[in-house]
């Protein structure tokens, strides 16, 4: 494992709400990437209430 970089990262964020299934189902996603790398970056989907869990 590497040590942290002793500078400061520029990270971006980006939401998304995407749509599957010919429109049945939606849901949100939220990207944190860094700015300078196009594979460093993280997404996560998101719920809006445990109901709409499956």
Known sequence: M???P???ESLRS???EITV???RET???LSIE???CE???LI????YALENMR
């Open 44 to 47: 996560s989907d998101t719920v």
């Open 2 to 4: 590497s040590p942290p």
């Open 21 to 23: 299934d010919d429109g």
């Open 6 to 8: 002793s500078h400061r």
């Open 34 to 36: 860094r700015a300078d």
């Open 27 to 29: 849901f949100n996603a």
């Open 14 to 16: 980006r939401a998304f």
């Open 39 to 41: 594979t460093a970056w």
